[in-house]
DNA sequence: TCAGACATGTAATAAGTTACATGATTAG
DNA sequence: CTAATCATGTAACTTATTACATGTCTGA
């Protein structure tokens, strides 16, 4: 599942140009699959170069000509066949986290700004899904109610999380940024488990 | 926040070699910030070259020799510079939720396939980070816990989310595959939102 | 006897991100 | 007048993944 079968598979939908692509990239799979124009455009090439899309140009004055794309069958064919063939991965690659893990070694209001950004990340993510999922009707796929809904579900999860354990965390930063005055302590303590 | 950095932190609370680095991120790191050896080492020699990082070998018979790596003032300095200055990116890649936007177009028996295998990834993954979470103690560093709490709290959710809705989602892609007859109904609808 | 822990690394490849390059029209 | 929308793409760069390459010891 890269860009170019999520192309693909939004071809089966209907026919698109490039930046008809792009928006809806930007709007239904912002939240978990995000792809930009370096991707999509070169992805569409390639499609038509393998036949599983044919392009049909619109010109246009002061624009570059509109280039729509058109599903075949033999893209139809392998896009139904990755839709059965694909174990998807889910692939979360979080730097806040990663920091968060050191939260100890962070100045408290530092650590505090870091939080509240990751929250207001969130709540903008939430904001942004319940406007999709309201813009859904009987005749949406339930697939894309699906996975807004997911996507929603999740990041509410994860602010409550915060907002629950935030005071703690930052109660525990402040204690151990006093007790070692700004100072690493270096506990000589070995990484992992090592008996 | 790279793996290099991230070495560099788990060097910052003690030395270890890359294979203990690994374990590491094994364990405490695997849910959110998976990395192989493949980036590990490499990580390593470069954080040696760049002087913030310093290596002791180790002979060791039938075995390559222990590289043990110790990090210096410039790689604290670094380091702490780093958590400073980062602002920290948190990003998701799931094909699965790619896959599931197009769930009216698979064969029913095949989503829910998909779907309890999530699921069962989900549940291990609790289990995992509950495991750990067992291990802290009172004298575990505070973002250690916060993390791990974290990923298990939003792995709950998600797999909350996924039995709640499990039933919904497979009866409409069960319609609209009948619906259908297995062929696709193209639905001449233009992707976006176009007026 | 066989899997898994220990221990290092390289090289080829894949995939996506960012910046670059261009420019008219339209709504606020 | 200024930002956003429309519309295309390329090229360099970064980054991590996968597979390769080697070999011992120990516990089940």
Do not use: W
């Amino acid at each position: 599942m890269d860009v170019k079968t999520l192309c693909l598979g939004l071809l089966s939908i209907g026919e698109a140009c490039g930046y008809d692509l792009k928006k809806e990239f930007e709007s239904t799979f912002k939240h978990f699959y995000p792809a930009g124009y370096g991707s999509i455009y070169p992805a569409l090439a390639d499609l038509a170069e393998n036949g599983f899309v044919r392009c049909r140009e619109i010109p246009q004055e002061g624009k570059p000509d509109r280039k729509i794309y058109r599903i075949t069958d033999a893209g139809r064919r392998h896009f139904r066949n990755a839709l059965c063939n694909t174990s998807p991965q889910h692939k979360l690659r979080s730097e806040f986290l990663a920091m968060l893990y050191f939260a100890d070694r962070m100045e408290p209001e530092h650590l505090s700004v870091l939080l509240d950004e990751r929250l207001e990340e969130l709540r903008a993510a939430i904001v942004d899904i319940d406007r999709i999922e309201q813009r859904t009707d009987a005749n949406t796929a339930a697939g894309a109610r699906f996975v807004a809904g997911f996507g929603a579900f999740v990041a509410r999860a994860a602010a409550d999380y915060i907002e629950t354990n935030r005071e703690a965390l930052l109660e525990q930063a402040r204690e151990s940024s006093t007790g070692a005055a700004g100072k690493q302590t270096d506990r000589t303590v070995t990484v992992g488990t090592r008996a």
